[in-house]
């Protein structure tokens, strides 16, 4: 399973439209950076309160990607 994949099912799972979640992969030598965006009024429920439903969403992904050796970044953008 790719990082973009598992960052696109939890956003799906989290939002009212999943249909307008769009997820994009931007590779580096050692670095990908995995871009998020979802529908305006989703924006909360991907963030969450104080940013704690962001912060778990890159801490997953932070885990995943330490198994395959590789740096992962997630940014959410609006």
């Known amino acids: 399973m790719e990082m973009k994949d598992l960052i696109s099912y939890i956003a799906k ?4 439209s999943p249909e307008a979640v769009e997820v994009s992969e931007v590779e580096g030598e050692q670095t990908s ?12 429920k991907v963030i969450g309160k104080q940013g704690r439903t962001a912060r778990a969403m890159r801490t ?8 395959i050796k590789k740096r992962a970044v997630l940014e959410i953008i609006e």
């Open 13 to 16: 799972a989290l939002v009212d």
């Open 33 to 44: 950076v995995i871009e998020l965006k979802v529908a305006k009024g989703d924006l909360g």
């Open 60 to 67: 997953i992904l932070n885990a995943a990607s330490t198994k």
